[in-house]
């Protein structure tokens, strides 16, 4: 079946640093949603693309959905210690979605 | 403020018992599914819904089961708990034709099995 890759897996930031992270597949997706987990809580959705080149912000979140429909990225910018937490990226297939393996971000004052 | 309620936060069980975890989603979504979440592993789907007493098998169901009797509810079973079904459950719900609609989660169960 489908399956998602994030890379990197995990990273540790400094207070300020911009970020970046991305999802890859070898299938095309029609959407692509990226989430934020935080710790014992559930997944809550950032931001949503629904067309090839799309570059969508929400505050000092940005990501796009790339030309080829086979990739995603989401930048962080001028972070803070809220940011923490996993960050999954999911591609749907029908009425369905599947998730990558999640991106762990630590934010060091 | 819409939301997807997850019954228990944490449960701990015991080897052999029948677990029940209930999710209750208030917006009226057609269709809901559980996933179980394991470092490393990200989010798999064990089942799915899209209408009341549907349901189809994701991609790890053995060991469990669902029930969907009423629009709004969503129940997973363990029929016999097993040490390696220590999971993070999480639930969620989107609408009818909701490839453009993402899925709203629930905060999870986090279920320790002894």
């Known amino acids: 079946g489908q399956q998602l890759n994030q890379s990197p897996q995990s990273m540790f930031i400094q207070e300020g640093e911009d970020v970046s992270m991305n999802c890859t597949s070898s299938?095309?997706?029609?959407?692509w949603l990226w989430y934020k987990q935080d710790p014992g809580e559930g997944p809550v959705l950032l931001i949503a693309?629904?067309?090839?080149?799309e570059l969508t912000s929400n505050g000092r979140l940005t990501a796009q959905f790339g030309i080829t429909r086979k990739d995603s990225f989401l930048n962080i910018s001028a972070s803070i210690p809220s940011d923490v937490g996993i960050y999954f990226c999911?591609?749907?297939?029908?009425?369905?979605?599947?998730f990558g393996p999640g991106t762990r971000l630590s934010v060091l004052p | 403020d819409v939301k997807v309620t997850q019954s228990s936060r944490y449960l701990v069980k015991r080897t052999g018992e029948k677990v029940f975890l209930e999710c209750v989603q208030d917006m009226d979504h057609e269709n809901m599914f559980w996933y179980r979440q394991d470092p490393g592993l990200g989010l798999r789907l064990i089942y799915f819904?899209?209408?009341?007493?549907?349901?189809e098998k994701g991609d790890i169901p053995e060991g469990y089961s669902v029930s969907r009797e009423k629009k709004e509810r969503f129940s997973l079973i363990l029929e016999s708990a097993s040490t390696n079904q220590t999971s993070m459950y999480l639930c969620a719900s989107n609408p009818a034709g909701g490839g453009g609609y993402g899925y709203t989660f629930g905060s999870g169960t986090r279920l320790t099995v002894v």
């Open positions: 999911a591609g749907n297939y029908g009425q369905n979605f599947v």
């Open positions: 819904s899209y209408d009341v007493k549907m349901k």
């Open positions: 693309l629904y067309k090839a080149g």
């Open positions: 299938s095309i997706f029609n959407t």
